[in-house]
C-alpha cells in the first residue's frame, strides 16, 4: 500500500525525535508500505526569519510572503528536508530527498487574494481581502 506521511515540522525539530520517527517507518516498511514524508517547517521558518530581521506577517496562521521570506522558506525547508533524509539514511533506510518543485513534480499558480472572514463583537462579520504574496497553489 502507498501511504503518504505530513509531517510537522516540530516533529523534525530534535535528533531523537527523527530517530524515533525512522524506527516507526522502518516498521511500516517492513510491514509492506510504500511511503512518502511531506514535511512542513512553519516554526523554523518563524524563528529564522526572527533572526534575519524578516518581519513575519500572518493573517489568521496564514503566512503572508514576500521574497525575503520565500529565500528563508528554501532555507529552512531544504535544511529539514537533508536532516530527515541523512537520519533516514543513518538508520539504513533507502531515501531520497527533493523539493516540489524538483524536476516539475508539482505546478503552481500564484494565489489570488482571498477574503477573509473577521468576526466582530454584537454578531456581525466582515470580510477583508487578503493577497497573502509569493504563496502557490498546486
Known amino acids: 500500500m ?4 505530513k509531517l510537522s515540522g516540530k516533529v523534525l525539530e530534535q535528533a531523537e525525535h527523527r530517530d524515533s520517527l525512522a524506527e516507526q517507518v522502518r516498521e511500516l516498511i517492513e510491514e509492506g508500505y510504500r511511503l512518502a514524508l511531506v514535511h512542513g517547517g512553519g516554526k523554523q521558518l518563524t524563528e529564522l526569519c526572527q533572526r534575519l530581521g524578516i518581519e513575519v506577517t500572518q493573517v489568521q496562521g496564514r503566512r503572508i510572503t514576500d521574497e525575503a521570506t520565500r529565500d528563508a522558506a528554501r532555507m529552512v525547508f531544504s ?56 504563496v502557490g497553489e498546486i
Not at 80 to 91: E, F, G, P, Q
Not at 92 to 112: E, K, Q, S
Not at 115 to 131: L, M, N, Y
Open 2 to 5: 502507498k501511504v503518504v506521511l
Open 79 to 134: 535544511a529539514i528536508n537533508r536532516d530527515l533524509v541523512a537520519t533516514l539514511l543513518a538508520h539504513d533506510i533507502r531515501a531520497v530527498g527533493f523539493a516540489a518543485f524538483d524536476g516539475f513534480l508539482t505546478r503552481t499558480h500564484r494565489r489570488p487574494p482571498l477574503a477573509i472572514h473577521h468576526p466582530v463583537k454584537g454578531g456581525s462579520e466582515r470580510f477583508e481581502t487578503i493577497d497573502f504574496g509569493l
